[in-house]
């Protein structure tokens, strides 16, 4: 909703503007040069990559809209997940959740958070993590580089289809160029008719460059920039789970592991400590 309401202010201002200058909103309806700086964007788009992440350009894009991918509850389920492995292992030895961790579509302990299983990335590193914390075979050090190499792939995967939409961002202000001087190149060939003919062939260049400057700075841009912002804000709860696997790993309690993972997240979506305490309670 924020996307399109900033959208709509784009617009707004932009063509509100022109038409409060006495422009004509008709003499800005070129599809022509649409098609000429679209197409062309399209094709560049294609060819610089791949078709795996075309699609996750498109699964990024419906994604944005959508809003945020992960809530303040979301992480608060998170951390009372881990809270209650925790305390399990604690109790009963790490064997006791080896059953959950292998299987945590059907773990009871899982499903009682149907918004954390629902996230397939979280859940691997979870389950992949606790399984090897399990065998006991790496230090707290070594595990820990492991886990950010880990989020550090994760989060470059993560970034790359925002950032292949603002490098189409950056070529359609030229595409822009190429449909004015195709207009020009109109232009040019139309010179000796009337007056009124060549003074809209010119216009209809001009609206080339106009419309790739919009296109690239009011709208594919902030768009790119939003993508990557939703990238490093999904990989957050991936730091969250590491800080806290990590603190119970060194023998913190599981009260305070997962405050440790409480504290890495950003100030808008962390719980307080009273709310997270309660929460637990509940569940």
Known sequence: MAILFGYFIVCASVFGGYVLSHGDLATLWQPFELLIIGGAALGNFVVANPP????????????????????????????????????????????????DVE????SELFLRYPKITMDLQL????????????????????????????????????ELPGQALGK???????????????G???????????????????????????LGVLLAYGFVAPLSTSMEH????????????KTAML???????PQLAVEFGRKTLYSNERPTFTELEEHIRGR
């Open 52 to 99: 795996h992440l075309i699609k996750s350009v498109g699964r990024s894009v419906i994604g944005v809209f959508g809003g945020k991918k992960h809530s303040q509850e979301t992480y608060m389920d998170l951390l009372a997940l881990l809270y209650e492995l925790f305390n399990k292992a604690r109790r009963n030895g790490l064997m006791s959740i080896e059953e």
């Open 247 to 253: 603190a119970t790993v060194n023998g913190i309690p």
């Open 230 to 241: 939703r990238a490093r804000e999904s990989i957050k709860v991936l730091e969250c789970a």
């Open 103 to 106: 299987d945590p579509g059907a």
């Open 184 to 210: 020009i190149v109109i232009t040019m060939k139309s010179l000796g008719g009337p007056p009124e003919e060549l003074g809209l062939h010119v216009a209809a260049a001009l609206v080339g460059t106009f």
């Open 123 to 158: 859940i691997d590193f979870i389950c992949d993590y606790l399984r090897i914390i399990s065998t006991g075979n790496l230090s707290a050090f070594e595990l820990e580089t492991l886990m950010d190499q880990d989020i550090e792939t994760s989060l470059e995967e993560a």
């Open 168 to 182: 189409i961002a950056d070529a359609l202000p030229g595409f822009g160029i190429v449909a004015a001087v195709m």
